[in-house]
């Protein structure tokens, strides 16, 4: 049978963002098609370590040494191991350049990064989408809280986010289902940071975990979260959100979607008579065949940078630097969060307390710095990820490692330990971009991506600033064996890569409009973290959800109207 080759729409990548363009385009019945360069994934199906026990899973989680040695990038990425690792590409299969050090961690799947995420899902409030103005630094938001607002409560009901509504400014309340509880070592730093900074917040954090499932999620076939804190290797209870639990089964339900695994995106293509795009060019993963695509509306959702490459490789005559570059800003402020700084104490007492399961969440300390008024000597803020947790055994039966002794003491829960890690604001900059080779290919015979990202003399403030603070709130608490670490991690691991293809609302300093349509395409849309004007402190996720569902809306009100 011959494939059918036009739609109404076409989604690039399947993953987070991706997942909710298929969702809300098919919900309006558009018949959409989307394209992703990974194999599929199914929701059950495909989860084949979702049941296993620790030995009977190879190496119990670890990586042989061969295979840490052929990746050693991939194999960094927060929480990877034998047991997720068929979520995660292979470094030799997708080569990139790195002009500096940047560690770029991608999932190449039917469901992307969504299988593997770390669900935190905190609401950006206006201090961070008014910050760039207010502080001059990059450009203005065309957009504000009040914009997104709506849009964040339609995904968070969707999706499902667990949290308590807390009332702080900085962070603000959302649609929750019931959170998870503090343990007693979090409550206890929490009323010792509200006794001492009456500005700091230390709150449950809001996450995508189905604790209470109402009907909505039900429809979806997802079930209640069982706290087994095994997410990374898919949800067989759908207690997670990820595109392939949730948005896309829903968006094949309307009977308006095709997916197309295997199919690597090479550009967009350009009608210079309509000046608008007319399709997507893919290469066959399997076939290795040129075959294209055609539809009224584009939704770019390959994740940051992937889309920074699409974009930059659709050429035509009318943009012969990348699609919609006539301010030749594509590619351009690249920024990230900074993820270098932690902190590890002990919690002396509390030794007749324990608590019950596997919490697949943290709790969060709201951003604290430069709110109304820049208090520091460096721009942005940054969130504070933190948990309590009892350790097994007698710390110094541990460092054994084997017999009598050691054994016995794992059976005894030891003292209470925290642990603290920044994630950081990092400011966008000209500087700090991508571009194309233009003489080396990936296999695809696509032009390999130069990333050239990395930190500066504000990331360096803020880890001073991150652990100082921390470390003071530690030690007002009580905490003992305070330990401070900078890891210098290369920009990239943090896996929150976003810009280049930024919003404004001038097209002479700007890609997108303040409904992520091209300034001088508008039949397409770029909704994933390449869209971002400024990164906030905020887990970003959520927001590239809400945009996207805002674009689709637009988009289908424009269709509608004749407009595209
Ligand atoms: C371990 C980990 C923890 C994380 N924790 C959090 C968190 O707690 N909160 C949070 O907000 N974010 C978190 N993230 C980041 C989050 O996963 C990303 O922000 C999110 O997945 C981005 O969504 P996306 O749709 O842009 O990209 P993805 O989810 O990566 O999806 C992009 C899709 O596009 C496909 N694609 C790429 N190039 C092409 C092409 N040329 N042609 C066709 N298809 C293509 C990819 O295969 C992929 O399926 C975490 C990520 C990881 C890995």
Known sequence: ??????????????????????????????????LERGRSVEHLKDYPTAHLHPWQIPHRGRMSKAFLEENPLISKAAGFGSDNAHFFIRDQDHPYIQEKPFDWIRGYQVG???????????????????????????????????????????????????????????MPDGEFLPPFQLNCVEAALQQSIK??????????????????????????????????????RGCPFGGYFSSVSSTLPWAQKT?????????????????????KASGVRIIDAETRQTIDFSARIIFVNASALNSNLILLNSRSSRFPNGLGNDSGLLGKYVAFHNYRASLHAEMPGFTDRYYFGRNPTDAIIANYRNLHTQDTDYLGGFTTFLGAYRSKGKLEAQSSGFGAEFKRAMTEPGPWQIYMYMQGETIPKASNHVRLSSDQTDPWGIPRLITSVGYDENDEKMTQDFLRESEAMLEKAGCTNIETHDNKQAPGLDIHEMGGVRMGRDPKTSVLNAHNQMHTVPNVFVTDGACMTSTGNQSPSLLYMALTARAVHHAAQELKAGHL
């Open 1 to 34: 049978m011959k494939e059918e080759a036009t739609f109404d729409a076409i989604v690039v990548g399947s993953g987070i963002s991706g997942g909710w363009a298929a969702k809300e385009l098919c919900d309006k019945g558009l018949k959409t098609l989307v």
């Open 112 to 170: 992307g990064k969504s299988l593997t995420w770390g669900r935190a899902c905190q609401r950006w409030s206006d201090f961070e989408f008014t910050a760039p103005q207010r502080f001059g630094y990059g450009i203005d938001w065309p957009i504000r809280y009040k914009d997104i607002a709506p849009w964040y409560t339609h995904v968070e009901n969707f999706i499902g986010v667990c949290g308590n509504a807390d009332g702080i400014e900085a």
């Open 195 to 232: 006794k001492n900074y009456p500005n700091r917040h230390l709150v449950q954090a809001r996450w995508a975990h189905l604790t209470k499932p109402k009907e909505i999620h039900r429809q979806q076939g997802r079930g209640q979260c069982q706290a087994r804190n095994l997410c990374m």
């Open 255 to 275: 009977g308006k979607l095709t997916i197309r695994p295997h199919s690597v995106v090479h550009s967009i293509l350009y009608d210079s008579q309509t000046q």
